[in-house]
């Protein structure tokens, strides 16, 4: 067998789960373990020539051995360190050889804790002692070797032994090592092959080949190893099915997961988790709610992957009310303190627009991440407080947590949506310089949106000529987006014409245009977006907005007349509308709504119809927040934040970008959104 020459690069010092973490402190470690675990061999452990069944499995005081006994329940356990102290305990002993029952265990702790040196040298002692042959023993090997990326000394032990070309298990263990190791075309050949040999396939072999599909471009095979499967009778193992269902959401097939998932005829956690998991990984939020309630009404407690997956579902509808009994549950179960839990009550809370409980949740964190970190800054630049962002930014980075790309888009946003352009730019310089960080299509994104917002137009686009990968449609959006804000036809024109080679069927593109003609009075330019649309036969996403009120969500569509009180509210938009005529500021110059309404054949704004509604149905003083599928518009946003004014109540809007908090006539965003 031929050493490992790469093993001291792949070394470290051990954290919390003892894997490595520093290669250079990983090497001494790795030396220690050898030295301290692996005492040389005592001379009196003899090989032993091994034919058909080892002799260890014919041997009932091998099994029975105090020390194997120990070490397997230690492995068992995840007491690997434990296990290898107790290996080295045995051999020092002198009493009892290592057998055929001793070294899978022992090799299970190495792959565990990632030590291939010390699984090397445990492959010595194999040798040694003549348990090569040992089919349980070369399994073992050839899955520490793969678990401890050593995949090409698995396959030479693999090929090597005319053993393990004839067991099922030395198949799995490589097929499963292959994937492991991202060499999913290897274990595609290796799993043929074994057909070929004529080797029975078991639910192992499945678990270990199917984690291989992991995207669009595995979905034929995938469907193929389903049908695979199914022909022999694999499938009513749970742990396949459930390995099938993570598969198709993986490969973002989501309709045929669920029609698996509706199709198993027993459903465990692990069902439940994929399912959820793939629904909110995918967008579709109003399944996840819908799977949570089918959940309770069978009497299924929720774990924490479940849970973790409503509560996004949550934060991404502004569900409040399903999101305060899930932090509920989660307070009167034994999940308070897992931290993943606490980060996605963070989000919900923050998103929700309670940023007050999100931040009382942060605080009492006794071991703040950098996923932690990343949801309060996110929270608190999606409300506007860009200062409090920065300083948590800056507070984060002084605790000695090392930022990454998604907590820099955080506060780049942040910045963006404050108007804090001096701090985005040095935060963007600090990225590279500081910490490594490649800038992505998101990062540039939002400099585009935080120089643009600010007027330095000609900046942005000069940052959008000088990215090294080819900008998309988001950032070619984003300068649109600040085109609008400051009425720079010409710019916009260049950045429409290059967003939609990207993005032809996105709607909001084409309506932003031709609201910039109206504004400018240009009726041929309306026209031609107008052609271009009708060519396309593109229709605008209706807007919609909702309010909670006594547990029940009420939905408004744009022009809404469907609601049992539609009189009542239009009578009152009648009634504020004539209010806020009459306040300093307030000038009936509606050219983007009447815009919308045009192209759409529309009527009132959705979000003004929640407020009505609110205003009719909650008491004085009490706040009222309206959640909107779409971006306010300027008209929209004066509107609401006269009313706020004229009625002294607090509104607080999520669009599709961000929270505004009305109070007073004025908004959080200080127009700046």
């Known amino acids: ?12 010092t051990t954290n919390a789960t003892g894997k490595p973490s520093s290669p250079v402190v990983g090497f001494f470690y790795q030396q220690k373990i050898i030295g301290f675990v692996f005492s040389p061999i005592p001379s009196n452990f003899h090989r032993r020539e091994r034919v058909g069944t080892p002799k260890s499995y014919t041997n009932a005081a091998s ?3 105090p020390w194997n006994t120990q070490l397997r329940d230690l492995a068992k356990q995840g007491h690997y360190h434990q296990a290898l102290h107790l290996y080295r305990s045995l051999l020092r002993s002198g009493s009892s050889p290592p057998t055929a029952f001793t070294f ?9 804790l990632y030590l291939p040196l010390s699984g090397q040298q445990l492959h010595s002692h194999v040798v040694k002692t003549g348990c090569q042959s040992d089919p349980f023993v070369l399994t073992a090997l050839i899955s520490m070797y793969c678990k401890c990326r050593s995949v090409e000394n698995a396959r030479k032990l693999f090929d090597e032994s005319p053993l393990s070309r004839t067991l099922t298990v030395c198949y799995n263990a490589l097929i499963a ?3 492991y190791n991202s060499g999913f075309l290897d274990a595609i050949t290796l799993f043929c092959r074994m057909r070929e040999v004529g080797l029975w396939v078991n639910d192992v072999t499945m678990l270990g080949l199917v984690p291989g599909c992991t995207g669009p471009m595995h979905m034929c095979f995938g469907m193929s190893v389903h049908g695979f499967i199914v022909k022999y009778g694999l499938d009513t193992d749970l742990a396949v099915a459930n390995c099938l269902l993570t598969m198709y959401v993986r490969c973002g097939s ?11 005829p027993e459903k465990g956690m692990i069902t439940w988790n994929a399912m959820i998991s793939g629904y909110a990984q995918n967008g579709f939020a109003t399944q996840v709610l819908e799977l949570y309630h089918e959940m309770e009404s069978l009497g299924i407690c929720p774990d924490p992957v479940a849970l973790v997956g409503v509560l996004s579902s949550c934060a991404n509808l502004g569900a409040r009310k399903v999101g305060l009994k899930v932090e509920q549950q989660t307070e009167s179960s034994r999940f308070g303190f897992n931290v993943f839990l606490k980060n996605a009550l963070i989000n919900m809370n923050a998103r929700c627009g309670n940023l007050a409980r999100a931040r009382s949740i942060f605080d009492e964190m006794p071991e703040k991440t950098l996923v932690s970190w990343t949801a309060i800054i996110g929270g608190y630049g999606m409300h506007g407080q860009g200062e409090i962002a920065v300083e948590l930014f800056d507070k984060m980075i002084k605790t000695g947590i090392k930022p990454d790309g998604a907590v820099f888009v955080s506060i780049l946003s942040a910045c963006s949506h404050a108007g804090l352009t001096g701090k985005g730019l040095g935060y963007f310089t600090l990225m590279e310089r500081n910490y490594g960080l490649q800038a992505g299509l998101e990062h540039y994104s939002c400099m585009v949106d935080l120089l643009g917002r600010a007027g330095r137009l000609a900046e942005a686009h000069g940052l959008i000529e000088s990215m090294p990968v080819e900008p998309d449609g988001v950032v070619w959006g984003a300068l649109l987006g600040a085109c609008k804000i400051h009425g720079n036809i010409e710019l916009a024109e260049l950045a429409f014409n290059r967003v939609i080679a990207f993005e032809p069927w996105n709607i909001g593109f084409y309506v932003l ?5 109206t504004e400018a009075k240009d009726t041929e330019g309306v026209r031609r977006v107008r052609v271009m649309m009708r060519e396309r036969k593109l229709k605008k996403d209706p807007g919609c907005s909702y309010v909670e009120y006594k547990g029940r969500t009420h939905l408004f569509m744009v022009g809404d007349r469907s609601h049992p009180q539609t009189e009542e509210m239009y009578r009152m938009l009648d009634r504020l509308e004539g209010l806020v005529k009459e306040l300093d500021g307030y000038e009936k110059t509606d050219p983007e709504r009447r815009n919308e309404e045009l192209v759409n054949g529309v009527g009132v704004h959705s979000e003004r119809l929640a407020i009505s509604f609110g205003l009719l149905n909650t008491g004085l003083g009490m706040e009222i927040l309206v959640i909107k599928n779409l971006r306010i518009c300027g008209d929209c946003h004066l509107f609401i934040k006269l009313v706020s004014k004229v009625v002294d109540r607090r509104f607080v809007v999520r669009d599709a970008t961000r929270f505004h908090h009305f109070k007073d006539g004025a908004c959080s965003c200080n127009d700046f959104w």
């Open 63 to 65: 099994s029975t051995n």
């Open 1 to 12: 067998m031929a050493e490992e020459t790469t093993a001291e690069g792949d070394e470290s």
């Open 177 to 179: 090592g292959y994937t």
């Open 513 to 517: 245009m031709s609201n910039m003609y």
């Open 254 to 264: 989501i309709e045929l997961a669920r029609n698996l998932f509706d199709d198993m």
């Open 104 to 112: 899978p265990f022992a090799l299970k702790s190495c792959a565990a």
